[in-house]
């Protein structure tokens, strides 16, 4: 999930400030090769704000493909300079356009823009992957076909609406449990039960800075849909179950209400004397502001993406002494039957209908979302969208800065645990609602959690699924 989003996403999706790989790495190369393109005469490439509109129609005779996105925040420029070698070795020049930093300024301006007959020019567009559906139902961006199963299961199925595909899953993320290794282990937080368990044992005075079994992202926004759908699944629930017109709402079904139910319940007073399972600081928390208080000692876990990774190992590099903390990290609770599960985050890629340069716009996306690009990605601080870009090596080698950024490497046991953890965490990853109404769905479903906080547990299943509906 980016700052989303949550997806991202950020996420959620998801919204953090490094998405991905778990290996913070020296970035001078990159962004070396980054500047002397910039200050090249010849570059065939750009960043732009978004220009002033023309027309509802592009000029004829434009040749500048252009690709609207938010923007990278791994501090390694990586997409760009991805961008900027295809543009070098096609001979085309290519504009990237920034879209403001939220999430909900990204969609906005995007659909904005689209529905007024594209006036920005955009050949291609990055969306988060919970708008993919609203995009395509409006028909803004145009079938393409992602070629191969080599995609993560839920970042596939994240592309496609009513019976096509609309986009290529170009970057994923996916949730994951970080914890102090230096105070618990990682055997009692294989289910939400054991790791509430784990909570009520633990003695305080072990350190007297914890006061919460665990951080996560409760604040209103895409982070606390995350978590809402991440507890109905792992009672073993659905928000929604199957897709287009035969999707059904399932919120108000026991599994799924006692999911939620245990969300709010496990949120409780920091101060208390015993430790409550979920710190009530979540409440105003997101992915950044959680990964601070958890780097700070407040709590023995974190849920968070792959991105907090770089900066636990950081910690864990600097610290000296008996008391210096050490991390961990496995997948999310499970059900209590079953396999774990994780919202999908990250960010799909897709053409624009009626773009002028509908051909070289495939061919950028195919070639961004290829297997040698998706490695460069990773190792620029993403976490690929393809299983094979896992392993290997970064394709495009010395064009896009050299060595690939290999820095701050974590340390082998965490690296060994990561690596088994996101692995799994993206094959069992699971959708959002697929809906054209997302950004009602998920108002919706934060307004109820925050009903229930307060002891509204009134169903709601029948409100949610004219929202699925947009009535």
């Keep these: ?53 023309r027309s509802a129609a592009c000029r004829p005779g434009d040749d500048t493909l252009r690709i609207a996105t938010g923007g990278d925040l791994t501090g390694t420029d990586i997409r760009a300079l991805l961008i900027q070698h295809w543009a070098e070795e096609r001979k085309v020049p290519v504009r990237i356009v920034q879209l403001p930093d939220t999430a909900d300024g990204q969609r906005s301006q995007l659909v904005a823009s689209l529905q007024a007959g594209n006036p920005y020019c955009y050949d291609l567009v990055n969306l988060d992957v919970t708008w993919t559906a609203e995009f395509a139902a409006q028909r803004l961006i145009t079938p393409v076909d992602p070629g191969g ?24 993320d996916v949730g994951l449990l970080f914890y ?35 951080l996560t992202q409760l604040r209103p926004y895409e982070g606390l849909t995350v978590n809402a759908a991440e507890a109905v699944w792992r009672a073993g629930g659905e928000i929604v179950s199957g897709e287009g017109e035969k999707a059904r709402v399932t919120v108000d079904e026991p599994a799924a209400t006692a999911g939620l139910l245990d969300l709010v319940k496990a949120v409780g007073d920091e101060d208390s004397p015993g430790l409550p399972v979920i710190g009530d600081s979540s409440r105003h928390l997101d992915e950044q502001s959680s990964l601070e208080r958890f780097l700070s000692g407040d709590a023995l876990m974190l849920r968070d993406w792959p991105f907090a990774a770089v900066q636990l190992a950081q910690a864990e590099k600097r610290g000296t002494g008996e008391d210096r903390p050490r991390y961990g990290v496995t997948q999310l609770p499970r059900a209590r039957t079953g396999a774990s599960a994780a919202a999908l985050g990250g960010q799909n890629l897709a053409v624009v209908a009626g773009s002028g340069h509908d051909s070289l716009a495939r061919d950028l996306l195919t070639y961004l979302t290829g297997a040698g690009a998706e490695r460069c990605l990773r190792d620029g601080g993403f976490v690929p969208a393809r299983r094979s ?16 950024p290999r820095g701050t490497e974590l340390p082998a046991d965490f690296r060994r645990a990561y690596d088994t953890a996101l ?49």
């Design 180 to 214: 102090r290794a230096d105070l618990i282990g990682p055997g009692g937080l294989g289910t939400w039960d054991a790791l509430a368990e784990t909570v009520r044992t633990f003695r305080r005075e072990r350190d007297p800075r914890v006061r919460a079994g665990l």
């Design 149 to 172: 199963d080599d995609f993560w299961p839920a970042a596939s199925k994240g592309v496609r609406y009513g019976g096509e595909s609309w986009a290529v899953p170009w970057n994923t």
């Design 423 to 471: 692995r799994a965490a993206l094959e069992d990853a699971r959708t959002r609602p697929v809906t054209p109404y997302y950004a009602a769905v998920t108002r919706e479903i934060q307004q109820r959690v925050g009903a229930m906080r307060k002891g509204d547990v009134r169903p709601f299943a029948a409100e949610l699924a004219r929202t699925l509906r947009g009535r």
């Design 389 to 404: 870009a896992l392993a290997g090596e970064c394709e495009a080698g010395e064009d896009v800065g050299g060595a690939t």
């Design 1 to 53: 999930m980016r700052k989303r989003g949550a997806g991202d996403g950020a996420r959620p999706g998801t919204g953090a400030a490094l998405r991905g790989r778990a290996a913070a790495r020296p970035r001078a190369r990159l962004v070396l090769a980054l500047v002397l393109c910039l200050l090249a005469a010849a570059c065939s490439w750009r960043h732009e704000d978004p220009p002033a509109p």
